[in-house]
């Protein structure tokens, strides 16, 4: 019998709405706490509604990256999502993952109060 394996996917977008700010550099500090803990809130709801829900475990941000190419002082999201891969399942299908993320978001524009730039998202990318 093959056990069940603890698969991993990375998710990255950028947020529009919250300027970005040094101390979201660092994984100690209140704000990088607090913005943390809410995108956790918001991709664990999103993604337990997904068709990876039934196996989904949770994602955890990993950084915040300053954005300057896109206009402004957006803030870039790095989160490392875990999931159970059974055996006989087939491979996480990351081009299906993405469309539903983007449907979920409002075409890649709406996570909750955060504002995304609608060509942030990539999925394992």
């Known amino acids: 019998t093959t056990a069940t394996a603890l698969q991993h996917f990375t998710i990255n977008f950028t947020i529009t709405n919250l300027p970005y700010s040094s101390d979201l550099d660092y994984p100690d500090s209140t704000r990088f ?50 999931y159970r891969q059974e055996p006989s399942a087939l491979p996480l299908d990351r081009v299906g993952l993405y469309h539903q993320v983007s449907n979920k978001t409002r075409g890649i524009t709406q996570l909750g109060p955060y504002s995304l730039d609608k060509d942030s998202l990539y999925v394992n990318g």
């Not at 706490?33 to 475990?57: A, C, H, Q, V, Y």
């Not at 957006?74 to 875990?82: E, Q």
């Open 33 to 82: 706490n607090s913005t943390s803990r809410d995108m956790k809130t918001l991709l664990d709801r999103l993604l337990k509604e997904s068709s990876i829900g039934p196996s989904f475990l949770g994602c955890e941000t990993i950084a915040f990256r300053y954005v300057p190419e896109r206009q402004g002082d957006n803030t870039g999201v790095d989160a490392v999502c875990t």
